[in-house]
T-cell receptor, first 114, second 116 residues
Framework: EAAVTQSPRNKVAVTGGKVTLSCNQTNNHNNMYWYRQDTGHGLRLIHYSYGAGSTEKGDIPDGYKASRPSQENFSLILELATPSQTSVYFC?????????????FGPGTRLTVL | AQRVTQVQPTGSSQWGEEVTLDCSYETSEYFYRIFWYRQLFSGEMVFLIYQPSFDTQNQRSGRYSVVFQKSFKSISLVISASQPEDSGTYFCALSELITNTGKLTFGDGTVLTVKP
């Protein structure tokens, strides 16, 4: 069974602080993705990765960095968190060999920036 | 630019009824896929079905099927024999082959309530 896990599940941060969201997948998928979902809206792509050591900008990368130290792990980093980054963040993995294939999503991390 | 629109913010049905959820999209590419996901009340995203652009046959998976109108850039998700457990938010998402990233562009979703 494909599995994507995220930590923490909930996070409260202060404006200007550094936040790191972590994602782990046991699917042995090449591709990993970070999305954010604002209330009442669909998911939007922040960063993605094709494999260990690679990170690429998605549609809304400003204010975010990403790190892919291994096949299994993909982190999203907010160096200077702002209230506008309050959202639910989803990590996903996809096979990569077939970029058409469905993505498997983690349970989400609810981030509140005060 | 790619864009996905779900014009029905909400929908409802009675137990056992067939439900249709609509989605339209914009793309200039020939090869793409349209995915349907359901978001549970917990937030979990569950993959339901996808339609490749090059396949003229409407896809089916269990109680889910799609009506694909490529020339209109429109696709509908059809849920047969709806059940209260089908309640949740349904998202349509576009993936273009040309970008070769697997990136998904989502609509804003339709919140479905199935009444017992």
């Amino acid at each position: 069974e494909a599995a994507v896990t995220q930590s923490p599940r909930n996070k409260v941060a202060v404006t200007g602080g550094k936040v790191t969201l972590s994602c782990n997948q046991t699917n042995n998928h090449n591709n990993m993705y970070w999305y954010r979902q604002d209330t009442g809206h669909g998911l939007r792509l922040i960063h993605y990765s094709y494999g260990a050591g690679s990170t690429e900008k998605g549609d809304i990368p400003d204010g975010y960095k990403a790190s892919r130290p291994s096949q299994e792990n993909f982190s999203l980093i907010l160096e200077l968190a702002t209230p506008s980054q309050t959202s639910v963040y989803f990590c996903a993995s996809g096979p990569g060999l077939d970029n058409y294939a469905e993505q498997f999503f983690g349970p989400g991390t609810r981030l509140t920036v005060l | 630019a790619q864009r996905v629109t779900q014009v029905q913010p909400t929908g409802s049905s009675q137990w056992g009824e067939e439900v249709t959820l609509d989605c339209s999209y914009e793309t200039s590419e020939y090869f793409y896929r349209i995915f349907w996901y359901r978001q549970l009340f917990s937030g979990e995203m569950v993959f339901l079905i996808y339609q490749p652009s090059f396949d003229t046959q409407n896809q089916r998976s269990g109680r889910y099927s799609v009506v694909f109108q490529k020339s209109f850039k429109s696709i509908s998700l059809v849920i047969s024999a709806s059940q209260p457990e089908d309640s949740g938010t349904y998202f349509c998402a576009l993936s273009e082959l040309i970008t070769n990233t697997g990136k998904l562009t989502f609509g804003d979703g339709t919140v479905l309530t199935v009444k017992p």
